[in-house]
């Protein structure tokens, strides 16, 4: 029994503990500081984020736009294998046509072949006519049975050829299902960064863009380039530039390339389109392909590619500016040529 009120006694001295103590411990928590917010982000970071998005959906259009096209020349391709293999069913089909009408005329002739027909003859006339016969009637079997041979041949080498391009063609369209993604997710990062600023705050963000491409055309300007810059323009590169400036103002659509909307590369694949000059379709496809020039030989019509991944392209149109669809949320407009960072430039002639 003594043992028994000790154990409980000293339970009850515990409980009793613990509630005196519980509300130190609740006040000392209560205490405790809240982790610290992080800092919120100045205007020029959110600029520099925004931008930085927007380079990526540009580079993610390149790929959209190429896997595009690559779509576009693997299905005329299999189009085209499509359409080789019926004609060589079809001339297959004629070649046993005319193997079943040869060894008809036989069955007509007594089931006897020509040879045997000839030994049996005693007229040295029919004899030599039959003998004439036996060699072209031998030769036209040999050479529709190469003939046959060859067909088949084509037939499997075509049947090869449109699986091969089938594969090419999922993988392309793989391609693009995966840049479309990541284009959208990029604009709808960037709009959401945009979103969260207050009407005045997005108002200054495009002033700070505008000041950022002043200094750097500023920059550019103070180079001297301008002063040995040829302002002539050839009759071709006049039309081009007379399109893409009749498109000022039309939105910039990812993947577009008119009428209404253009993305960067398509506003200068179209203007040289209408100038007579058929040019690839992406801003890295027109850099890579395209005969460069220095920046000192420039021209008006000439396209200047930006950045270090040629994610961007606009086309010069003298005096130091250029015309060129900037990104989404933007219009087509004129800017100076060198209010973003030059990688080089080339002439689609």
């Given at each position: 029994?003594?043992?028994?009120?000790?154990?409980?006694?000293?339970?009850?001295?515990?409980?009793?503990?613990?509630?005196?103590?519980?509300?130190?411990?609740?006040?000392?928590?209560?205490?405790?500081?809240?982790?610290?917010?992080?800092?919120?982000?100045?205007?020029?970071?959110?600029?520099?984020?925004?931008?930085?998005?927007?380079?990526?959906?540009?580079?993610a259009t390149d790929a959209y736009n190429l896997a595009e096209e690559q779509t576009k020349e693997q299905s005329a391709e299999l189009v085209q294998v499509a359409r080789m293999i019926v004609a060589g069913r079809e001339k297959i089909e004629d070649l046993k046509a005319k193997a079943g009408a040869a060894a008809r005329a036989q069955y007509r002739n007594g089931g006897l072949p020509e040879g045997a027909q000839l030994v049996l003859t005693d007229d040295p006339q029919l004899f030599l006519d039959a003998a004439g016969r036996l060699r072209d009637g031998a030769k036209a079997t040999t050479d529709l049975l190469g003939e046959m041979t060859r067909t088949q041949a084509q037939l499997d080498v075509y049947a090869k050829d449109a699986g091969a391009n089938w594969t090419k063609l999922e993988a392309h369209r793989i391609k693009q299902a995966q840049a479309k993604k990541q284009i959208?997710?990029?604009?709808?990062?960037?709009?959401?960064?945009?979103?969260?600023?207050?009407?005045?705050?997005?108002?200054?963000?495009?002033?700070?863009?505008?000041?950022?491409?002043?200094?750097?055309?500023?920059t550019w300007l103070g180079t001297g380039v301008l002063a040995g810059l040829n302002a002539d323009a050839t009759p071709e590169a006049k039309k081009a530039i007379a399109f893409a400036t009749a498109q000022i103002g039309k939105p910039y659509v990812w993947g577009a390339e008119g009428?209404?909307?253009?993305?960067?590369?398509?506003?200068?694949?179209?203007?040289?389109?209408?100038?007579?000059?058929?040019?690839?379709?992406?801003?890295?496809?027109?850099?890579?392909?395209?005969?460069?020039?220095?920046?000192?030989?420039?021209?008006p019509g000439d396209l200047i590619v930006y950045f270090k991944d040629a994610s961007h392209i606009g086309m010069y149109i003298g005096n130091?500016?250029?015309?060129?669809?900037?990104?989404?949320?933007?219009?087509?407009?004129?800017?100076?040529?060198?209010?973003?960072?030059?990688?080089?430039?080339?002439r689609p002639m």
């Open positions: 029994m003594n043992r028994r009120r000790h154990a409980t006694a000293a339970i009850t001295m515990i409980c009793a503990l613990t509630v005196l103590a519980s509300p130190a411990l609740t006040l000392q928590a209560a205490a405790a500081p809240y982790p610290p917010l992080p800092p919120k982000k100045t205007l020029e970071q959110v600029r520099e984020e925004i931008d930085t998005l927007y380079r990526q959906a540009a580079v959208n997710d990029k604009i709808a990062a960037a709009k959401k960064l945009e979103s969260e600023l207050a009407a005045e705050e997005r108002e200054r963000l495009r002033r700070l863009e505008e000041q950022e491409r002043q200094r750097a055309q500023t009428p209404g909307s253009f993305d960067c590369s398509g506003l200068t694949q179209s203007a040289w389109g209408a100038a007579g000059r058929p040019i690839p379709r992406t801003s890295q496809e027109q850099w890579r392909l395209l005969p460069r020039v220095d920046v000192k030989d420039m021209r130091g500016s250029m015309v060129h669809a900037p990104r989404p949320g933007r219009d087509v407009t004129i800017a100076g040529a060198g209010s973003m960072e030059i990688l080089g430039v080339v």
